[in-house]
């Protein structure tokens, strides 16, 4: 059951990830796609400067809106991004985030692995607020323009995807490299590393798209749902997860990305994910309880709060 989970998953990240990029013959010559699709965000991290890159980056695009000389809000970036974490919450990230995926290949990658330590786990939270919100719309230029900050200081996915590609092909841009561009060289290196050491480094530390639709996992239609009455306490999806949440304890933390690990490992069937759905407490079933005698565990009773 695990395995078919994550093989579904798999593909759709494959999928997503494709569609996302699909100019990819645009590399050879350095140049960018411009068509009518970059007028779309894409749902998930996936720099607008990419050579492949079909739409363009929220981020990027929030960021322009509200540094634009007006200081105008666009609804339809603010409003699709909303409306994906209110509908998936960080499913999204967990699915068809483009730089998600990239992320879980790096970390396959023979290493010594390590958990992030969790206030860490803020850091996304500041960047957010700092470089995405507030000094594109009060730091302007002579013409009222607010720099892209977070584009232009820290993305990783931005200098991986868009920066590195150009420089390759573009000999007049490399007799331009600076400090900033050492500087984010240096930030795509930790981040890199961080992905081959820590699950899902930058989703977790860096990404202020995920600690969007994480503040919206809470109140999002595609949930995870738990039934304390049939739950073991066997451990085993704390064990499984990537993203070093225990699920029984916290289903709707900012953190969960809704890959479904979780539910693929619960021998009891305790944990559900979806749109929709009704929990059994009315106590554990027949199969449930022989599942709970495997396990070598007494089935457990959780208070609701």
């Known amino acids: 059951m695990k395995i078919a989970q994550d093989v579904r998953r798999r593909i759709i990240q494959i999928a997503a990830f494709g569609f996302s990029n699909s100019y990819i013959g645009n590399f050879a010559g ?3 796609y411009k068509g009518s699709w970059k007028n779309f965000c894409n ?6 400067s990419c050579p492949a890159a079909r739409f363009a980056c929220p981020i990027g695009a929030m960021q322009a809106v509200s540094g634009s000389a007006k200081f105008s809000v666009s609804f339809y970036v603010i409003g699709f991004v909303l409306a994906l974490g209110v509908v998936f919450g960080r499913a999204i990230c967990g699915f068809i985030c483009p730089f998600g995926f990239l992320q879980e290949l790096l970390h396959k990658i023979p290493s010594p692995k390590k958990r992030i330590y969790k206030p860490l786990t803020y850091i996304k939270y500041v960047l957010l607020v700092v470089f995405v919100l507030i000094m594109p719309a009060f730091l302007t230029d002579n013409f009222g323009l607010g720099a892209p900050a977070f584009c232009e200081y820290i993305c990783p996915a931005g200098t991986l995807e868009g920066g590195i590609p150009l420089l390759l092909t573009h000999p007049e841009l490399r007799a331009q490299l600076g400090g900033l561009f050492t500087l984010k060289a240096a930030i795509l290196l930790v981040t890199l590393i961080g992905c081959v050491i820590c699950c899902r480094f930058f989703c977790k530390v860096m990404c202020p ?7 919206l996992n809470k109140i999002s239609i595609y949930r995870v749902r738990v039934d304390r009455v049939s739950c073991v306490s066997c451990g085993r999806c704390a064990s499984v997860c990537q993203m070093d ?3 029984v304890a916290d289903p709707d933390s900012a953190e969960c990305i809704r890959c479904g690990r979780c539910a693929a490992s619960c021998p009891v069937q305790a944990i559900t994910m979806g749109f929709k759905g009704k929990q059994n407490r009315n106590g554990i079933s027949g199969s449930n ?12 009773v959780f208070e609701h709060t």
């Open 245 to 247: 949440i225990d699920p």
């Open 209 to 215: 798209l995920g600690a969007i639709y994480g503040l």
């Open 43 to 48: 749902p998930g991290i996936n720099c607008y």
């Open 289 to 300: 309880r022989k599942a709970a005698d495997n396990c070598g565990q007494k089935p457990a």
């Open 30 to 32: 350095g140049r960018l």
